[in-house]
């Protein structure tokens, strides 16, 4: 067969091409709240990006988001944490951060969860006992207790004004303005995108409010869905 033809057929069937994962992005919003999570395979790494999209300013502890829930349909995922680093153009209010924009002594990741949205979560918050000292990415515990707990770097929107508002969201604890990279490791080859689901959003530090139902739209699959997310109440 003629090279030129025998190249255009493998074109044509996508034979020997690698296959380019697909993004998953999921976009909430309910009022001033809004958020976004964006999950990506790189290699052997998922990479979850974790935005306060609201327009708004942030004014109390229950407009800072705090943790993302979600679940996979397929076998369990054994992820492990690596890294938390701040997102592009991205700052902390009245804190620090580690050399390169490290924040994971922060933030702490966690599988087969219970009692909360979903069986993995990322968090800013202890959320009550769902996660603790050795659930933490690598890091310097920056601010507080050496554990998730309060709302310290929990993150809010771009356009907060962080002159305006309640004492523990103008200089009490420390913030992120407006998004965070994570890193989480040792993810199977057989790993999809589009079979994450229960994708949720938290907001302050307590996880005994009720959920709330929210329309989520979920970018990259051609499906929309409802999820929920929590609104919590601050706890100093």
């Not at 994962?21 to 395979?41: H, I, K, N, R």
């Not at 050399?99 to 219970?114: M, Q, T």
């Not at 929107?157 to 040792?186: E, K, M």
């Not at 907001?203 to 869905?225: H, N, R, S």
């Amino acid at each position: 067969m003629n090279r030129i033809l025998l190249l255009l057929l493998v074109l044509s069937l996508g034979l020997g091409i690698p296959q380019v994962a697909t993004p998953l992005t999921v976009d909430f919003s309910s009022g001033t709240l809004a958020a976004q999570a964006v999950f990506e395979a790189s290699a052997t790494n998922l990479i979850v990006t974790l935005t306060n999209t609201s327009a708004y300013d942030v004014l109390a502890p229950t407009d800072v988001l705090t943790a993302v829930f979600f679940d996979y349909d397929g076998s369990p995922l054994r992820l492990t944490a690596v890294s938390a680093v701040l997102a592009g153009g991205s700052i902390v209010l009245f804190g620090t951060t580690d050399p390169g924009n490290e924040v994971g002594g922060e933030w702490a990741y966690k599988s087969s969860l219970s009692g909360a949205p979903a069986s993995y979560g990322i968090s800013s918050s202890g959320l009550g006992d769902l996660f603790g000292p050795k659930d933490t990415f690598p890091g310097t515990n920056l601010q507080g207790p050496e554990s998730p707990g309060g709302l310290e770097y929990g993150i809010t929107s771009a356009p907060d004004d962080p002159a305006t508002g309640n004492t523990p969201v103008t200089g009490l604890f420390a913030l992120i303005q407006n998004s965070v990279v994570f890193t989480l490791g040792d993810l199977p080859e057989n790993f999809d995108e589009s079979r994450i689901t229960n994708v949720s959003f938290a907001y302050g530090t307590d996880l005994t409010a009720v959920p709330e139902p929210a329309t989520m739209f979920l970018l990259g699959t051609g499906l929309i869905g409802i999820g929920i997310f929590v609104r919590r109440k601050f706890r100093r």
